[in-house]
Nanobody, 117 residues
Framework: QVQFVESGGGLVQPGGSLRLSCAAS????????MDWYRQAPGKQRDWVAR???????YYADSVKGRFIISRDNAKNTVYLQMNSLKPDDTAVYYC???????????WGQGTQVTVSS
């Protein structure tokens, strides 16, 4: 059974940092393309960042230079390091894993990130 479980969310002040984790099971993790998305209240789910099976990384313009996506294949985990957080980064963050970008893949359950003073 393919499963992704996010963790690491919480409340942080503007300018602060958080690191999200997404642990995978039931797959050959190193073969998977991993994405992070986020959904703010009342808004659509937006793509945030991607790391391919070969380690190439891509970012939405809104987070470029502030967020870093990485993976540890030995731990079956993808990370999202979020720095210089802004109130607009407040959202539920989801990871998504799939063998190729043309497939639907599997979503995690999400983790809440709130940026507020």
């Amino acid at each position: 059974q393919v499963q992704f479980v996010e963790s690491g969310g919480g409340l942080v002040q503007p300018g602060g940092s958080l690191r999200l984790s997404c642990a995978a099971s039931g797959i050959i993790f190193s073969d998977y393309v991993m994405d992070w998305y986020r959904q703010a209240p009342g808004k659509q789910r937006d793509w945030v960042a991607r790391i391919t099976d070969s380690g190439s990384t891509y970012y939405a313009d809104s987070v470029k230079g502030r967020f870093i996506i990485s993976r540890d294949n030995a731990k079956n985990t993808v990370y999202l390091q979020m720095n210089s957080l802004k109130p607009d980064d407040t959202a539920v963050y989801y990871c998504r894993g799939r063998p190729t970008v043309t497939q639907q893949g599997t979503w995690g359950q999400g983790t809440q990130v709130t940026v507020s003073s």
